[in-house]
């Protein structure tokens, strides 16, 4: 009988481990450097793919559940899966995550590369205008549909990420690019500013947004983290002049998650605040979510991950 108990105990106990021991983090990184139509190329979104698998290594995030979006020339874990920042294959990574993940999962979404904004055509939009983030074979305004071709809506994002939130999985995103509608231009010929204004994408002066209901907010454990806030510009610099380009978001962020050792996100984004202050143009990130004040990702930096 007591023989009979402990089998009951131990099969019972290692199913609660194996519960655990199942929860994943799975990470799509996008960086653009090179756009195929747009005369808008950027020089560090490929370093800072290299800077945040390297970080969210450190940090155990497995490789073989990293997708990798451009930086076609860096060297990588063979592991890592990689493809190409395109529309296409951006919202097939995203689809894959969202089918892999399980309830306590966490996956993470990363863009670094130009941002914009066009007419809403969801109506949803307080100030008449969506949010876009822009792949490599984003074109410009195309009137007969009305949106930026190729783009990636904020709408869209939130219904995916709706969707794995309602698995009960963590959404971690991190945008290193900007949105605002004025003023994208490098500062002192220093930075190159990460944002296109909406008629450098051929968006009509005229064009009128759909009125429509308000979306419904997302529900679940997110945090959200932007480079900049929304009126501001977001940049990338050359480090000390080594021809080494990275988003100034990026590389605070990598440089206190390599140290971050059981703090939130918000002192996180503090930390990160505290450090780009300092920089060449006034750039101030922003977040937002439920888990802001829960523990970062993992417990600090490790050495190694092992399978248990």
Same mark, same amino acid.
């Given at each position: 009988?007591?023989?009979?108990?402990?089998?009951?105990?131990?099969?019972?106990?290692?199913?609660?481990?194996?519960?655990?021991?199942? %929860?994943?983090?799975?990470?799509?990184?996008?960086?653009?450097?090179?756009?195929?139509?747009?005369?808008?190329?950027?020089?560090?979104?490929?370093?800072?793919?290299? #800077?945040?698998?390297?970080?969210?290594?450190? =940090?155990?995030?497995?490789?073989?559940?990293?997708?990798?979006?451009?930086?076609?020339?860096?060297?990588?874990?063979?592991?890592?899966?990689?493809?190409?920042?395109?529309?296409?294959?951006?919202?097939?990574? &995203?689809?894959?995550?969202?089918?892999?993940?399980?309830? +306590?999962?966490?996956?993470?979404?990363?863009?670094?590369?130009?941002?914009?904004?066009?007419?809403?055509?969801?109506?949803?939009?307080? +100030?008449?205008? /969506?949010?876009?983030?822009?792949?490599?074979?984003?074109?410009? $305004?195309?009137?007969?549909?009305?949106?930026?071709?190729?783009?990636?809506?904020? /709408?869209?994002?939130?219904? $995916? %990420?709706?969707? !794995?939130?309602?698995?009960?999985?963590?959404?971690?995103?991190?945008?290193?690019?900007?949105?605002?509608?004025?003023?994208?231009?490098?500062? +002192?010929?220093?930075?190159?500013?990460?944002?296109?204004?909406?008629?450098?994408?051929?968006?009509?002066?005229?064009?009128?947004?759909?009125?429509?209901? /308000?979306?419904?907010?997302?529900?679940?454990?997110?945090?959200?983290?932007?480079?900049?806030?929304?009126?501001?510009?977001?940049?990338?610099?050359? &480090?000390?002049?080594?021809? !080494? $380009?990275?988003?100034?978001?990026?590389? =605070?962020?990598?440089?206190?998650?390599?140290?971050?050792?059981?703090?939130? $996100?918000?002192?996180?984004? %503090?930390?990160?605040?505290?450090?780009?202050?300092?920089?060449?143009?006034?750039?101030?990130?922003?977040?937002e979510g439920p888990l802001l004040d829960s523990q970062v990702l993992g417990t +600090?930096?490790?050495? %190694?991950?092992? #399978? !248990?």
């Amino acid at each position: 009988m007591m023989r009979h108990a402990l089998f009951h105990l131990i099969c019972a106990t290692a199913i609660c481990f194996g519960a655990q021991a199942r %929860a994943e983090t799975r990470a799509v990184l996008i960086g653009v450097s090179d756009y195929l139509a747009l005369d808008a190329d950027l020089k560090g979104p490929d370093n800072d793919l290299a #800077l945040m698998v390297e970080v969210l290594g450190a =940090r155990g995030v497995a490789p073989d559940h990293m997708r990798v979006l451009g930086g076609a020339a860096i060297t990588l874990p063979a592991s890592v899966h990689r493809g190409q920042p395109t529309r296409a294959q951006i919202m097939a990574a &995203l689809d894959a995550v969202a089918d892999a993940s399980r309830a +306590g999962d966490t996956v993470i979404f990363y863009f670094s590369g130009h941002g914009s904004q066009a007419p809403d055509q969801s109506g949803d939009e307080g +100030g008449g205008y /969506d949010e876009i983030l822009l792949p490599a074979d984003a074109t410009g $305004w195309k009137g007969s549909v009305g949106t930026v071709e190729n783009a990636i809506l904020d /709408d869209e994002l939130q219904e $995916w %990420a709706a969707g !794995v939130l309602a698995k009960g999985a963590q959404v971690i995103g991190v945008i290193d690019a900007c949105h605002s509608a004025t003023g994208f231009r490098a500062i +002192g010929g220093e930075g190159i500013s990460r944002g296109l204004a909406p008629e450098a994408l051929g968006v009509p002066a005229d064009a009128v947004s759909v009125e429509g209901v /308000d979306t419904p907010p997302l529900s679940g454990e997110f945090v959200f983290l932007y480079s900049s806030q929304s009126d501001q510009r977001s940049f990338e610099y050359e &480090l000390a002049d080594s021809g !080494v $380009w990275q988003g100034e978001f990026t590389l =605070r962020l990598a440089q206190q998650l390599r140290a971050a050792e059981g703090i939130s $996100w918000r002192q996180l984004l %503090a930390a990160v605040s505290d450090a780009m202050v300092q920089g060449p143009a006034r750039q101030v990130p922003a977040g937002e979510g439920p888990l802001l004040d829960s523990q970062v990702l993992g417990t +600090g930096p490790v050495s %190694a991950r092992y #399978l !248990v």
